[in-house]
């Protein structure tokens, strides 16, 4: 009887650095699990470069064109009601939230300011990357998964074709491409939101927002958006790929990896925008 509680004693100094241990040994396998996935996307993208630039130099199989162009009508142009619609919101919305706090300085006119530079520079790259990744990158990632499961990759292979050039390349250049092409169309809409809110609703006169409009935006505005657009598109692009590639365990696994996508991307594109607008401060962009 004495030594049952010595037993539990001992159990239990036992449990703790157990426990610790496994907690310890989680963490790791998580963190080793991270870097893995994000090896395994540098490196697919990296194959993805690679394989274009061979396309275009003609050393390797050509892209074709009929493809690239399907993929930019589905990724980009069935887009764009969408983005027109939430970029002419997000104009609304900044325009009568900054009007009262101007107002108080006597400076309502300075909306048109901080509208442009906000679209220009944040809200038009990042808003439409997050509309792409739930409207393309879910697409994708479900189309690829559902070729994984159906065993059609295994097909290509078979036939000596590579599936990274037939499906993964012109998914990532057509999604680059269009992000671009659809962030230069959500700068202006959401300007325009902007100018229509501050004439018709705020009073201000047309020519003096017009004006103001274009003093306060400058190349090196137009040039960041863009950039952040073409490396969102890519991230979209790459990461959907990734996970439908990667699809395992039949109709489950591809309904987990469009939702993967989505959330992943998210947080990736916001992480990126962070990046992005730290980078532009330290060297005066």
Same mark, same amino acid.
């Not at 100094?13 to 090896?39: C, F, T």
């Given at each position: 009887?004495? !030594?049952?509680?010595?037993?539990?004693?001992?159990? /239990?100094?036992?449990?703790?650095?157990?426990?610790?241990?496994?907690?310890?040994?989680?963490?790791?396998?998580?963190?080793? @699990?991270?870097? #893995?996935?994000?090896?395994?996307?540098?490196?697919?993208?990296?194959?993805?470069?690679?394989? $274009?630039?061979?396309?275009?130099?003609?050393?390797?199989?050509?892209?074709? *064109? #009929?493809?690239?162009?399907?993929?930019?009508?589905?990724?980009?142009?069935?887009?764009?009601?969408? +983005?027109?619609?939430?970029?002419?919101?997000?104009?609304?919305?900044?325009?009568? @939230?900054?009007?009262?706090?101007?107002?108080?300085?006597?400076?309502?006119?300075?909306? !048109?300011?901080?509208?442009?530079? =906000?679209?220009?520079?944040?809200?038009?790259?990042?808003?439409?990357?997050?509309?792409?990744?739930? /409207? !393309?990158? =879910?697409?994708?990632?479900?189309?690829?998964? #559902?070729?994984?499961?159906?065993?059609?990759?295994?097909?290509?292979? =078979?036939?000596?074709?590579?599936?990274?050039?037939?499906?993964?390349?012109?998914?990532?250049?057509?999604?680059?491409?269009?992000?671009? *092409?659809?962030?230069?169309? #959500?700068?202006?809409?959401?300007? /325009?939101?902007?100018?229509?809110?501050?004439?018709?609703?705020?009073?201000? @006169?047309?020519? =003096?927002?017009?004006?103001?409009?274009?003093?306060?935006?400058?190349?090196?505005?137009?040039?960041?958006?863009?950039?952040?657009?073409?490396?969102?598109?890519?991230?979209?692009?790459?990461? *959907?790929?990734?996970?439908?590639?990667? +699809?395992?365990?039949?109709?489950?696994?591809?309904?987990?990896?469009?939702?993967?996508?989505?959330?992943?991307?998210?947080?990736?594109?916001?992480?990126?925008?962070?990046?992005?607008?730290? $980078?532009?401060?330290?060297?005066?962009?």
């Amino acid at each position: 009887m004495s !030594a049952a509680p010595g037993q539990r004693r001992t159990a /239990f100094w036992r449990r703790v650095p157990e426990a610790l241990g496994s907690s310890v040994r989680a963490r790791g396998i998580a963190w080793r @699990n991270h870097i #893995a996935y994000a090896g395994g996307l540098v490196a697919l993208l990296g194959d993805v470069a690679r394989k $274009a630039a061979r396309s275009i130099t003609r050393r390797g199989g050509r892209v074709r *064109a #009929a493809s690239l162009v399907q993929q930019m009508v589905r990724v980009g142009v069935r887009s764009i009601p969408i +983005v027109i619609l939430v970029e002419f919101f997000i104009g609304i919305i900044l325009a009568l @939230n900054l009007a009262p706090t101007l107002a108080l300085y006597g400076q309502l006119e300075r909306t !048109a300011d901080v509208v442009a530079i =906000a679209i220009f520079r944040e809200l038009g790259p990042l808003i439409t990357a997050i509309i792409l990744s739930g /409207f !393309a990158g =879910a697409s994708i990632a479900a189309e690829l998964g #559902a070729m994984v499961e159906g065993e059609e990759i295994k097909a290509l292979r =078979a036939h000596a074709l590579d599936p990274i050039r037939f499906l993964v390349v012109p998914r990532v250049i057509a999604t680059t491409v269009m992000m671009v *092409a659809l962030v230069v169309l #959500a700068d202006v809409v959401g300007v /325009f939101g902007g100018f229509v809110t501050g004439v018709f609703v705020l009073d201000i @006169n047309p020519h =003096a927002y017009i004006d103001l409009t274009r003093e306060a935006l400058s190349i090196t505005d137009y040039l960041t958006g863009l950039v952040k657009a073409a490396i969102f598109g890519l991230l979209i692009s790459g990461l *959907a790929c990734y996970e439908g590639l990667h +699809v395992r365990g039949g109709a489950e696994g591809v309904g987990r990896a469009t939702t993967q996508t989505v959330v992943k991307s998210i947080v990736m594109l916001i992480g990126a925008d962070c990046c992005f607008t730290a $980078a532009f401060y330290v060297l005066g962009w």
